[in-house]
């Protein structure tokens, strides 16, 4: 009996275990493939695997070896049991093994590592793209290319999956293995669609996904379409709709910062200075779009790299040519054309670029003028680049650029002695008006290893203005009939040269070095050698009477003829993930200005921070420390040719800025983006002319006319963009404040006032709708409360009985609000060689007429009077009116391009 219940007993014992294996092992298995929602936060390990064992069902077998280096923070929804390990233990020091019911956990091995790295480029031009995203997918890293289309990634041995995308462009994906280090040069082909471009890579340098804050890319598409005076596609135009940028006055390209003046601003043309980058008087910026390929503007958390001004930074790249196609755009205007034309010179080995833009209306007014009033005005842009390509190691870049307004006015007149003398009187007087930009520059790119990438630049660059003044006079002997006879000869002749400048020796070679995808390093230098000439001044008067010489005398003022500066930098920065959702951006800028036997010496530490949160969140930090060794000398607020550039002196000192800033982001909400930022500038000797002192074309005894003191600025910048779709756009509202302080008492008394481009609320709005691939239309509204301006509000008598002016203050009126609408519409129709567009556009739209310029107008008003006397007298009174002008009504105009 005992031994069948003991056969029973082991029969039922195999049945349960049967039933385990074809019951129990299905349900494991069913487990492991089941989709499920798991949420923790900071958790140790052994919180983690408790945790996911109670979710799942599953057993955790480890041994003491096992750690891991940071906290477990996961918010996954509807992942597998393996989806969830492989997000946990990516940058951990641990595999898994999933064995039926069972998880093991072991150290992991470790691997070797490979660097992978080329160019990206443009498959039908073979033009580099900067900033294209290059993501792993199966690790979650990635990085960017260069603004020399340059990348490099370095990752563990084993498959591999790249996914190369560009806005604009194809995603591609390469799948491989990735046994040793690999050279790949990738090429994107264009996508008609602008869809959605996911940014793959922490390794921005601009945007919401950046370390870094307060730096936007604007994009050329978004140049190009944005509606301009005279449909003139406008960069600084543009640059002008962002928040925290304002125009000074309204129309004009000049750029106010964040509360700081026209001379803070670094405008980089391919890496080289621009001291004017204005054409008209401002009206117009010097760059042609069709000659650009990248804009950049930083307006704050400046990288280490950068140097030399305090309140933004405009890094703008030129094309670099197709080296495949030959291609090209003409476009005609109602006041410039242009032309553009790319192509090979070598196919994949040598390209060409060139642009070429100028003004007409010298041409179209020259007719209509009098014989002897002629005058005329023009300005004209030339941009030349040559690339060559020696390998894929190293790469050569030739560039130049041109630029010149001129501007001339001649007048005769001939007739008869007006003091009864039997003579004739000719007149001759001309004025020629010149200033300009030429720049000259070879760029050499080399890789030196996977790791280690070089740009080492040579540039000469040079901005002069000059003025030069002739007048001539003549007086012959006359006959009765008004002939001209040979009794009489006298004649006077006067020529006056007036002339400015700035020209700079530089030299510069970066380096960029990527030890890890998480590990990006950026260092250099950089010297320059400047030469000012604020102002010569050479004029000379001939005399002569029936042919002697009766004064011939050349006057020369060259006192300040020469002022030479040595300007020497050093940097290092360093951006690094230092956690999962931690970045940090980290860097130094070392410079030292040398000039008239002093030398200034500055360390500029600059500090960005950036946290993921979950969701779209982020929250960004930064400190910035700038200093500037040039200073600009005008006393005009539109931009003049007649501003001076000077350098810091042994009694001017540089000026210095340091900005605080943090920001909140959002990207949620696909295809839009929110940011919400807050910034203190704080900025010592920045310099104000002294009470009733001024400047204009004349930089003499200019350190005893201006005072050095501390400025603020402090706001609040709001963006709200749609980047993808048939419309785009963005609306950006700032909140600011900007003021200066001088204590010594010699610029209004010593008290805080508002800086004259203060102005409190400004609104932004641009949009871009495409109805078709025929029709697009662009809008922009701006709002801006008014700046100030200095106006006497009353006037007081003295005991002489004479009135004076009555200020109370420095910058006292606040200019009314303005306001300005502007549209556009493009027809595009492709044609069998080529595609053209017409483009109407409406500059302020509905004619605000808002003051450009605010100044004050006397006259004398005669009142009749009965005199003590009993006689009639008259006494006259002045009256003072301030006239508002307005110098930008309402503007249509109409341009034609074909691109082949």
Wanted: proline share 4%; with cysteine.
């Amino acid at each position: 009996m005992h031994y069948y219940l003991y056969c029973l007993r082991r029969f039922t014992r195999f049945i349960l275990l049967l039933w385990i294996v074809f019951r129990i092992a299905p349900l494991a298995a069913q487990d492991k493939a089941a989709r499920l929602d798991f949420h923790i936060r900071q958790a140790t390990l052994e919180t983690f695997v408790s945790q996911l064992e109670k979710a799942t069902g599953f057993s955790f077998i480890y041994g003491e070896k096992i750690q891991l280096k940071q906290p477990v923070t996961l918010d996954l929804r509807q992942q597998t049991v393996g989806e969830i390990l492989q997000k946990a233990f990516e940058h951990e020091p641990v595999t898994f093994k999933i064995s039926g019911t069972h998880i093991l956990l072991h150290e992991r091995p470790e691997s070797r590592k490979y660097t992978i790295s080329g160019y990206v480029t443009d498959a039908v031009s073979s033009e580099t793209l900067i900033g294209a995203n290059i993501l792993e997918s199966r690790r979650r890293v990635g990085t960017t290319t260069n603004p020399f289309g340059y990348y490099s990634i370095t990752l563990p041995e084993g498959e591999t999956e790249l996914f190369f995308s560009y806005l604009g462009y194809e995603t591609r994906h390469e799948h491989f293995f990735l046994g040793s280090d690999t050279l790949m040069n990738v090429r994107l082909a264009t996508n008609n669609q602008l869809a959605e471009v996911v940014v793959l890579s922490d390794k921005k340098e601009t945007g919401i996904h950046a370390t870094a804050m307060s730096a936007l890319e604007i994009p050329m598409t978004q140049i190009r379409n944005t509606p301009a005076i005279l449909g003139e596609a406008d960069i600084l135009k543009t640059i002008q709709l962002m928040p925290g940028v304002q125009a000074g006055t309204e129309g004009f390209s000049g750029l106010y910062v964040r509360g700081g003046g026209p001379d803070q601003n670094l405008i980089l043309l391919d890496g080289i200075p621009i001291y004017n980058a204005d054409h008209m008087l401002g009206v117009f910026s010097i760059f042609t779009p069709e000659a650009m390929k990248k804009v950049t503007l930083f307006k704050g958390s400046f990288p280490a790299r950068y140097g030399g001004r305090l309140s933004s930074i405009v890094d703008i790249r030129t094309n670099d040519g197709d080296m495949q196609n030959y291609h090209g755009t003409v476009s005609v205007g109602l006041l410039t054309s242009k032309l553009h034309l790319e192509g090979p010179i070598i196919k994949d080995k040598t390209s060409f670029c060139l642009t070429g833009r100028r003004t007409y209306l010298d041409l179209v007014a020259r007719p209509f003028l009098p014989d002897d009033k002629k005058y005329n005005y023009y300005f004209y842009d030339i941009n030349a680049k040559v690339n060559h390509k020696f390998s894929d190691r190293s790469r050569l870049f030739l560039s130049f650029y041109k630029g010149k307004d001129h501007y001339d006015y001649k007048q005769d007149k001939e007739y008869d002695g007006y003091d009864g003398a039997p003579r004739m009187y000719f007149y001759n007087s001309r004025i020629d008006f010149n200033w300009g930009n030429t720049i000259a520059a070879g760029r050499w790119n080399y890789v030196f290893n996977n790791k280690l990438f070089s740009n080492t630049t040579v540039a000469y660059n040079h901005y002069q203005m000059v003025m030069a003044d002739s007048y001539r006079k003549e007086i012959t002997g006359a006959d009765e009939d008004g002939n001209v006879t040979s009794d009489y000869n006298e004649s006077y002749v006067y020529n006056s040269d007036y002339r400015s400048g700035i020209h700079d020796w530089s030299f510069q070679t970066d380096f960029d070095y990527t030890p890890a995808p998480n590990h990006h390093i950026k260092f250099g230098g950089s010297y320059l050698f400047h030469t000012f000439r604020p102002e010569i001044t050479t004029s000379r008067v001939r005399e002569n009477e029936n042919g002697q010489a009766a004064q011939d005398t050349v006057y020369n003022d060259s006192s300040n003829s020469f002022l030479h500066g040595h300007e020497c930098a050093l940097y290092a920065e360093d951006n690094i993930d230092i956690a999962d959702r931690l970045s940090l951006n980290a860097g130094v800028h070392l410079s030292l200005f040398y000039t008239e036997g002093k030398g200034y010496l500055s360390a500029q530490p600059r500090f960005s921070g950036r946290y993921r949160f979950e969701h779209g969140f982020a929250a960004k930090a930064s400190f910035t420390q700038m200093e500037q060794y040039v200073h600009l000398l005008s006393s005009s607020p539109i931009a003049l040719p007649t501003d001076l550039w000077v350098p810091v002196t042994k009694n001017i000192r540089p000026m210095r800025s340091y900005q605080y800033a943090a920001g909140g982001y959002y990207t949620g909400l696909k295809g839009w983006e929110f940011s919400l930022e807050g910034y203190y500038k704080d900025m010592h000797n920045v310099l104000e002319y002294q009470d009733g002192a001024s400047f204009f074309g004349t930089s003499g005894g200019w350190q005893e006319k201006v005072e050095m003191g501390r400025g603020r600025s402090f706001g609040l910048e709001i963006l709200a963009q749609k980047t993808i779709g048939k419309t785009t756009g963005w609306l950006g509202y700032t909140i600011a404040k900007s003021d200066r302080l001088f204590k010594d008492g010699t610029v209004n008394n010593g008290e805080r006032f508002p800086y004259k481009y203060d102005r409190r609320h400004n609104i932004n709005f641009c949009l871009n709708h495409a109805f078709s691939k025929k029709t697009d239309v662009g809008i922009t509204w701006i709002f801006n409360t008014g700046g100030t301006a200095t106006v006497a509000e009353k006037q007081t008598g003295t005991e002489w009985g004479n009135l004076i002016d009555y200020i109370s203050h420095r910058n006292n009126y606040r200019l009314p609000i303005s306001h300005r609408l502007n549209l556009s519409i493009n027809f595009h129709k492709k044609l069998r060689r080529g595609t053209q567009t017409w483009n109407i556009s409406i500059y302020n739209a509905y004619n605000a007429m808002t003051p450009n310029l605010v100044y004050k107008e006397e006259e004398y008003i005669g009142q009749q009077h009965i005199g003590p006397d009993g006689n009639p007298e008259t006494i006259w009174k002045r009256k003072t009116r301030l006239i508002k002008q307005t110098l930008l009504p309402c503007v249509p105009s109409v341009t034609y391009t074909f691109r082949f």
